[in-house]
């Protein structure tokens, strides 16, 4: 079977077409491949960051809860900011 030039010029036109549109295909497929790999990573990141998060928000609530007792507050801020009551005298050593 003898193929006629116009035949010739349409299937190569056509093969060229397939061969971008499979090209394009590809290169789209590989950078959502990459796009997926980064999104992994950062959600990885982010669950951690979250849970750091989390358990700083359970230490502060719990400081919170404990400094709404007067005696622990008042005894917190002795220690830690070194107020003293009266007549009671600071020593601090490093």
């Known amino acids: 079977m003898k193929l006629t030039?116009?035949?010739r010029r349409r299937?190569?036109?056509?093969?060229?077409i397939c061969f971008f549109v499979i090209s394009l295909c590809i290169?789209?497929?590989?950078?959502n491949?990459?796009?997926?790999?980064?999104?992994k990573e950062e959600k990885k990141e982010?669950?951690?960051?979250?849970?750091?998060?989390?358990?700083?928000?359970?230490?502060?609530?719990?400081?919170v809860e404990k400094l709404k007792n007067p005696e622990y507050a008042a005894r917190?801020?002795?220690e830690k900011y070194l107020y003293s009551k009266n007549g009671?005298?600071?020593l601090k050593i490093d």
């Open 5 to 7: 030039h116009k035949e």
């Open 46 to 63: 982010l669950t951690a960051r979250l849970n750091e998060l989390e358990e700083e928000e359970t230490t502060l609530s719990d400081d």
């Open 88 to 90: 009671e005298k600071i």
């Open 33 to 39: 491949i990459i796009k997926i790999g980064q999104k």
């Open 11 to 16: 299937i190569i036109l056509t093969s060229i």
């Open 76 to 78: 917190y801020a002795r």
């Open 27 to 31: 290169i789209s497929s590989v950078d």
